[in-house]
């Protein structure tokens, strides 16, 4: 066999090899888009709503105007299947005179509630949103912290998809909940589970079982250590405030800054996002 010959085989080699691996399947990993206000996420509690109707679209549109990064959303389900923001399992503290359980009312019955006519006259006719009017306004413009209150994953998931949001929601989810974990896993690959661990004796087994790349935490469970722990195993901790008081937040937002805390999940989101820029 001749030098040339040698030369030949080698070229045709390494061209099958070329081929080859041009033909592997590429493997992409989701990432959470950065903080747009330094290095903190600035999650808003059920949307911005000092002075606005909680778990509304004004109260989701004011965060996205505020710069947010996510929004809280809680989500039930009604009688008919349909899916709505709503904190408590019962309207009674959102309307006068009107009482019941969101999962025993229809859709159209919770759409005839004015949720903002108890708040103050500029938001009367304020109306319970949908998921998909939650989905529709926050596409491409803010991320969803998605609080599962009372639905299925596996029947949000069609809505999510329709509007390419699977990579901009994080799913809270308490550790314990084995069922709806591993539905949001074995339906969704690509989305972000937060299981938050309860007790920070908690937090390995569920780092361990589900690695995550998100995880939930308040500050009565959250530490220097936890926060430790949650690094090393290469994710990030977002977590809720305690405190009412503004100069009371900023101590613990200040502490949680030190303790590396990635999200903070605030009801003052406009106060946070100033505090964090003049941090930076």
């Known amino acids: 066999m001749t030098d040339s010959d040698i030369n ?3 070229n045709l080699f390494l061209l099958l090899i070329g081929s080859f691996i041009l033909l592997l399947p590429i493997t992409c990993y989701p990432q ?6 330094g290095n903190t996420y600035v999650i808003a509690h059920r949307g911005a709503h000092e002075g606005i109707p909680e778990n509304s679209l004004p109260a989701y549109q004011k965060a996205i105007d505020l710069g947010c990064d996510f929004i809280e959303i809680d989500i ?25 359980n969101v999962k025993d009312m229809r859709l159209a019955e919770l759409k005839a509630l004015d949720i903002g006519k108890k708040i103050s006259r500029e938001w009367q006719n304020t109306r319970i949103p949908t998921f998909e009017e939650i989905l529709k306004l926050c596409q491409n413009k803010i991320g969803i912290y998605l609080d599962l ?32 974990i591993s539905k949001v896993r074995q339906n969704c690959p690509n989305c972000f589970l937060m299981p938050d661990p309860g ?6 087994a569920v780092l361990a079982k589900y690695q995550p790349k998100v995880v939930a935490s308040g ?3 959250c ?9 090393e195993q290469e994710a990030i901790v977002f977590v809720d405030e305690s405190k009412n008081n503004l100069e009371d937040l900023k101590l613990e937002w200040t502490k949680m800054i030190e303790w590396g805390i990635d999200g903070i999940q605030t009801d003052k989101p406009k106060a946070l996002i100033s505090f964090l820029k003049n941090l930076n």
């Open 8 to 10: 030949t085989m080698k």
């Open 199 to 204: 007790k920070e004796s908690n937090l390995n």
């Open 76 to 100: 039930r389900t009604t009688r008919d299947k349909q899916f709505v923001s709503v904190h408590n399992s019962s309207i009674n503290a959102y309307v006068d005179g009107k009482s019941g």
């Open 149 to 180: 209150k009372d639905a299925a994953p596996e029947a949000l998931l069609p809505l999510i998809r329709k509007y390419n949001m699977e990579e901009n929601i994080v799913w809270f989810i308490w550790g314990d909940d084995d069922e709806n």
């Open 223 to 231: 530490s220097l250590s936890f926060c430790k722990t949650v690094h």
């Open 32 to 37: 959470l888009p950065p903080p747009k206000n």
């Open 219 to 221: 500050m009565k469970n």
